[in-house]
């Protein structure tokens, strides 16, 4: 008891002063998570696809089939490249082609085209205090020409299906990227062109866009507090 209420004791009690009681996200670093194809780059595999099969002289139809069945395992690290390309030239009854290695990414190196408009919101977002990355379904081919771009240098983090095992919408492929992510973060935002893999990341508990253009894109992002003068830093 206060020494003043043992003098007094019709001296009122003093209150104790209250502490808000902060939410767990109320100091959480938003995060953008980004698609790369269809998003922040744009390509059609479809153009590598009809290269290799130009190449060997076979039907464009049959050789996106095979490809498109074999990228799959190729994507998800349960086949290495060297045989991707032996159960191709298996299944098409040619040579295994020499230049394998390099086979699958000439045409992304010829084609792919970062898309300006996008990676200026993304900047835009780390200035307002947002963290951007990258969760895509890719192989060790196109990420290491990826990487060798330079283009997502400033995404952290930086998810590759390959590397996780699963790709997108598999629930687990959301579910270990979720493990990966920095433990400061907030629930991401994951933006996708592909609509199965919005619906499959709203599924387990991120929120989600389907990308169809840069401005759209903003709105949305605004709508949810994440580009606009409150969210600015000095």
């Known amino acids: ?49 009809r290269a290799v099969a130009d190449r060997y002289g076979l039907d464009r139809v049959r050789t996106a089939e095979i490809l498109r069945g074999l990228r799959e395992p190729l994507q998800s690290g349960k086949l290495t490249l060297h045989q991707f ?15 394998w290695p390099s086979l699958w990414s000439q045409e992304l190196a ?15 977002l780390r200035r307002h205090g947002v963290r951007t990355g990258v969760f895509s379904n890719t192989d060790p081919s196109h990420w ?24 997108k919408p598999a629930s687990a492929a959301f579910r270990i990227a979720a493990a990966r992510l920095p433990r400061e973060s907030s629930v991401p935002i994951f ?8 619906r499959a990341a709203k599924r387990v508990g991120w ?9 759209d894109l903003r709105v949305r992002l605004i709508a949810r507090g994440l580009l606009g003068e409150d969210r600015r830093g000095p």
Not at 37 to 47: A, P
Not at 85 to 99: I, K
Not at 145 to 165: L, N, T, V
Not at 191 to 196: F, M, R
């Open 191 to 198: 933006v996708d062109d592909n609509l199965a893999n919005v």
């Open 110 to 124: 010829r084609a792919a085209r970062p898309q300006p408009p996008v990676f200026a919101l993304a900047a835009d």
């Open 207 to 215: 929120d989600a866009v389907r990308f169809t253009s840069t401005p």
């Open 144 to 167: 290491r020409f990826f990487r060798s771009m330079g283009w997502f240098k400033e995404f952290r983090p930086a998810i590759a299906s390959f590397q996780i095992g699963a790709v």
């Open 1 to 49: 008891m206060a020494l003043a209420r043992l003098i007094d004791p019709r001296t009122p009690r003093r209150r104790k002063a209250r502490h808000p009681i902060r939410s767990p996200l109320a100091s959480a670093v938003p995060l953008v998570l980004f698609d790369i194809g269809g998003v922040l780059i744009r390509f059609r595999d479809e153009l590598t696809y």
């Open 85 to 99: 390309w032996s159960a191709f030239a298996g299944r098409v009854g040619c040579p295994m082609p020499n230049d």
